[in-house]
């Protein structure tokens, strides 16, 4: 199973990043809807990173290493660029989203709804965002 | 890849989405929708029967429009959707703010109804 892909931050990379999700996670034990999910989960995290701490430089890269336990499947999400914690952001309420015609926020709710763990690292300049979703039991 | 379709049938019209929505092109979403609100319409049907994705960066632009709908008196239904992309809906709760129904003429008579 390939499991690492580098992508260049640009927001054209990210169909690039589905379908290897498509083809990777197509041997783990997630049926269909599951698989979407976890595949938008992790779209929203390196969506997040591109856009927000990499500005859509294509000269910098994320990278993606798919791990695969017992347990379930983990997504480490490595980049080198200004740390983005996803557990130091609250979900925002969907109403709040409506009201202030906010067209951000969506993405963090649905990543902690999807994933069962968040976990997040920083140190020496390396940022790692790490994603677990369970196998059903 | 997004490709839009729009189509003008009696007082609805009607927007087809084919493809994937992401945050490289939601924007195209975003200024059709757009277009259409300064045409003047009254009904927007979504067709989305072959919208196979669609990420935060599209769903924000729906959501981004509720309020300017309701004030104008805009209704909107999206119809057609797979399962996979209504779950998507679900897990945020949108499915509770916009109508998704199953087909057009179901979408019709949604927004019909007094």
New interface residues.
Partial sequence: MKNKLHLNC???A??EL?TFLHVTLSEVQLN??ER??VT?AV??VC?NL??HSHSCNPKERIELEILKNRKGVIFEITDQGEAFNLLDYDAPE?KQ???E????G??I??VK??MDEIEFESKNGKNICRLIKNFPA | ?LQLEKQKKGKNDLLRLIG?V???NSLILDQAIQELIQAGISTLLIDGNKLT?I???G???F??Y???FKEKGIRMVIFGLN???I??FK????DK?IPLVKDQAEAEAHCHEE
């Fill in positions: 640009q927001t054209s990210l169909s589905r269909d809807i979407h999910q938008l779209e929203e969506a591109i856009i969907l989203v409506v009201e015609k906010r067209k951000g969506l993405g709710i649905l709804k999807i | 890849m994937e992401d945050a490289s994705y990420s935060s960066a769903l924000g632009v959501m981004s509720l309020e300017e399962e996979q992309v779950e998507v897990i945020l709760g949108l703010l």
